[in-house]
């Protein structure tokens, strides 16, 4: 199916020359994105801006817009956010006027921008809880880079971060993962503590930096972002509707955040009768997972459909465990979902998916719409501009629990012999005793389990060792 030229942003600079610039640098460096651009007719003071800049909230409130300003007119950037619209966040490019600038560092700032609408966070220090609308008091150490995540630490985090650092973590913590593996954790507008998680599979560390333990209660943080996340929500399902209509809508669901709130999404807009959830069975699944799915589809209403991919039958006929360096269990993954897609795919069909910008750079750079795995499929990732933090409230929002994985500590869900599964989800497992005894009555598991410890060369666990015998 050919791509549709929809737009999920609008960007806004002063002048016609600045719109010339960043449409040259949409067409080098973001073809596929349909991102319209516009102006505020040149206009200069901050009054007027901000006139021009509610008219376009007016003509189209749910569309998400960027205000792209030159150096200078950054001392205008603070009063426009605060009396602009909530879909706008604006930028400053670092050069005196954004036509000045070279493409390539256009399409960069572009990426910052982008990061903005993801990270933006303040503290509201009446109520007590961080707030996405920015209007706040600002926190610490906190810049908007392309690569950057925020989540709130909910569960056992605090508690895994406690045990790491050997002090206390308030409740439901602010985290934000940096560069290298570096997380910054909020208590309030200060750093409490910093984690640093390793790809390489060495412990997880923490230590604490200072300030205060503060606890913030879930329910008031879901309630002070209420109105926040039902704008994300209005703005993604509107990019949906702008697509037309379809005779199939398909959501890849992996049981996992992302996918769980592209479908709470895809029912929104389409209705439950209308969506149909595909959940993919690698055979290597955690059990909580499984079990998270089929309650999650009882009570949503939807039909779900399960397909089989069969890595546990592949690695017990001889294939290797899957390696960042040869993740082959990713591609019969993939190969499982386009297949039975193709088959249920009928008419015009739409396959809405959890792409996030933050996942990885290759994601971040895919356009959000882009053709599906067969002629009459359209892929679209509505999600794409949101953060973990946004995803996490907007499930609990919708009524529904998050998976039992992620109370657990987790971060990303996948299956139990992922290479991607670092250290953090290793203790995490270690200290959840009932799943990880469950687990260990698979022979699959128990390999991959004593492949990480040889290369750890150390227990997570100091008190005790999750295989006997492989520790030393």
């Not at 990426?111 to 209007?135: S, Y």
């Not at 002629?375 to 501009?385: E, G, R």
């Not at 992922?418 to 250290?423: V, W």
């Amino acid at each position: 199916m050919e791509c549709i030229d929809e737009a999920m942003l609008r960007i806004l600079v002063r002048a016609g020359k600045d719109a010339a610039a960043v449409r040259a640098a949409l067409e080098r460096f973001y073809q596929g994105w349909g991102i319209d651009v516009d102006t505020l007719r040149g206009v200069r003071s901050v009054d007027d801006m901000l006139a021009r800049i509610w008219e376009f909230f007016d003509k189209d409130p749910h569309r998400l817009m960027i205000l792209l300003l030159g150096r200078e007119d950054a001392s205008k950037l603070h009063e426009i956010e605060e009396k602009a619209p909530p879909t706008l966040f604006a930028h400053v490019v670092p050069r005196s006027k954004v036509r000045n600038a070279r493409l390539e560092l256009i399409a960069a700032e572009i990426a910052r921008a982008r990061a903005k609408i993801r990270l933006r966070t303040a503290w509201d220090k009446e109520r007590r809880v961080f707030v996405f609308t920015g209007r706040g008091e600002p926190l610490e150490r906190l810049s908007y880079e392309p690569s950057f995540e925020a989540f709130i630490g909910i569960g056992a985090f605090p508690r895994l971060v406690e045990l790491l650092s050997g002090g206390r973590i308030g409740e439901n913590p602010l985290v934000l993962r940096t560069h290298g593996g570096l997380h910054l954790v909020y208590n309030g507008p200060s750093v409490r503590a910093e984690l640093e998680i390793s790809d390489t599979g060495l412990a997880p560390r923490a230590r604490i930096l200072g300030g205060e333990a503060v606890d913030v209660s879930l329910n008031s943080l879901i309630e002070a972002n209420r109105g926040y996340i039902g704008v994300l929500e209005e703005a993604s399902a509107q990019f949906l509707r702008s697509l037309g209509e379809f005779d199939t809508v398909i959501v890849p669901w992996s049981g996992g955040k992302d996918s769980t709130a592209a479908l709470l999404l895809a029912i929104k807009v389409y209705g439950a009768e209308r969506v149909t959830a595909l959940y993919v069975d690698t055979g290597t699944e955690f059990p909580a997972t499984r079990h998270y799915v089929h309650r999650v589809a009882d009570k949503l209403g939807i039909r779900l459909v399960e397909a089989y991919a069969g890595l546990d039958k592949a690695l017990r006929n001889g294939m290797p465990l899957p390696s960042h360096d040869n993740r082959w269990c990713t591609g019969l993954k993939i190969e499982t979902i386009e297949r039975k897609v193709r088959e249920l795919a009928r008419g015009r069909a739409l396959l809405v998916i959890g792409d996030r910008d933050a996942e990885s750079p290759r994601r971040s750079n895919r356009p959000p719409i882009r053709p599906g795995p067969a002629s009459n499929v359209l892929a679209v990732a509505p999600l794409k501009l949101w953060s973990a933090a946004h995803i996490q409230l907007y499930i609990l929002l919708k009524g529904l629990p998050l998976n039992p994985m992620y109370l657990a500590g987790f971060y990303r869900i996948g299956c139990y012999m992922c290479p991607a599964l670092r250290s953090w989800e290793i203790l995490s497992l270690s200290t959840d005793r009932k799943t990880y005894i469950r687990l260990l009555k698979s022979p699959i598991f128990r390999s991959f389990i004593s492949h990480r410890l040889r290369r750890s060369h150390k227990t997570l666990l100091k008190e005790e060792c999750p295989l006997e015998g492989m520790c030393s």
